[in-house]
């Protein structure tokens, strides 16, 4: 199948906003751009709405007396959205894992049996290997994570979804060793959103500082993720530089809601992102938009894919003190930062570059 003008179904993982951003900047491109999603109402999901919501947990699915009907109604709703799917979309672009996940490839084959293009792409744990990246670094993201991970159901994820995709894209060079086939994309934002306010709510406001320099470590379901971000180092290096007489407010938000964290950025002097991972994140690129200086981890792999001039201040858990210091002693140094990191946003993680970016790729031929 190739199409000038592609319909595009992105499906049907959230993950940090990027269905909803790519779909919103292919829109602005002319394109019909939707995307589809089975359960966004948990409140720790920093989402915007999405065009489907079947407001239904797959993990919940259930053929015994007490749930056969809420299952039943979902699939029957659900099939009826898949048959409509294939007239309406060329391309369906995977966020994570397919419309049945591990369960089946047959909504895989019948999607190439209509002939549409097929994309997948990951984001990080959905592709993570726990023991490759345990391998692979010192100090593993993995390494205090709490979460369930099936090395075994994601290498058989992997090899299906290689032998279906068109092509298969990454958003996180901590990934690439384990899909080495794959497109290297960024991370897309609304550059419209995310951009210094005149104005911080007042619900929003933090506690006046008094010459402070505050620190914003933000991180997502930190009670059903556990430390992957280093985030004990990161306090302790803050607690140290504090009784060494160095003025400091460290502030950590979780849970926080996607309208709300800009204003969060935006009052921060420098944001520490993560330690573990070897790559930047969505938090990253939206501190970054707000003119914020960011910290965080970036491992060899990283370095390879990002420009040399990107702004991230690179620390580890031996380097954190010292990094922080410095910050905290060069105000130039930060807004300076602050400014370059503004710059490196608007010119590589722009959503509508990256929005055609992808409409480029869908249009080649690849098998």
């Known amino acids: 199948m190739k199409t000038k003008h592609p319909r595009i179904l992105h499906a049907p993982v959230l993950v940090i906003n990027q269905q909803w951003v790519i779909s919103r900047a292919q829109r602005q491109l002319g394109y019909k751009s939707d995307c589809m999603t089975f359960n966004a109402d948990r409140k720790e999901l920093r989402v915007r709405s999405c065009d489907y919501n079947f407001h239904f947990d797959r993990s919940s699915i259930s053929f015994n007396p007490k749930n056969i009907l809420k299952t039943l109604k979902f699939l029957i709703r659900f099939s009826a959205f898949f048959i409509s799917a294939l007239f309406k979309y060329d391309v369906f672009h995977f966020h994570s894992e397919t419309f049945f996940g591990s369960r089946s490839s047959l909504d895989l084959m019948i999607l190439r049996l209509f002939r549409k293009k097929i994309v997948f792409q990951y984001w990080g744990c959905d592709i993570r290997l726990k023991t490759m990246s345990q391998l692979s670094e010192e100090h593993s993201t993995c390494d205090d994570c709490i979460r369930t991970c099936q090395n075994s159901r994601k290498l058989r994820d992997n090899l299906t979804h290689l ?54 470590h933000p991180f997502e379901n930190a009670k059903t993720r556990g430390d992957q971000k280093g985030t004990k180092f990161i306090k302790k290096a803050a607690d140290e530089l504090r009784d060494e007489g160095h003025k400091i407010e460290f502030v950590f938000v ?4 996607f309208e709300s964290m800009k204003y ?20 990253s690129v939206e501190a970054m938009a707000m003119g914020r200086p960011v910290v965080c981890y970036l491992n060899k792999d990283a370095l390879r894919l990002m420009p040399k001039d990107n702004p991230i201040v690179n620390a580890n858990l031996d380097t954190i003190k010292d990094t922080l210091k410095k910050l905290i ?11 370059k990191s503004r710059k490196y946003i608007e010119e590589y993680h722009n959503a509508i570059k990256l929005a055609q970016q992808y409409i480029d790729l869908y249009n080649k031929n690849w098998r």
């Open 264 to 283: 969060y950025y935006q009052q921060a002097d420098i944001v520490v992102v993560q330690l573990l991972m070897g790559t930047y994140s969505g938090v």
């Open 329 to 339: 002693e060069d105000k130039n140094m930060r807004e300076n930062l602050g400014i």
């Open 163 to 216: 032998k279906y995709a068109d092509f298969r894209v990454y958003g996180g060079s901590d990934t690439i060793r384990i899909v080495p086939d794959a497109l290297y994309v960024p991370i897309a934002i609304d550059l419209d959103y995310w951009r210094p306010v005149d104005k911080i709510p007042s619900e929003h406001l933090l506690p006046d500082p008094k010459g402070s320099i505050r620190i914003l």
């Open 254 to 257: 979780d849970n926080v809601p």
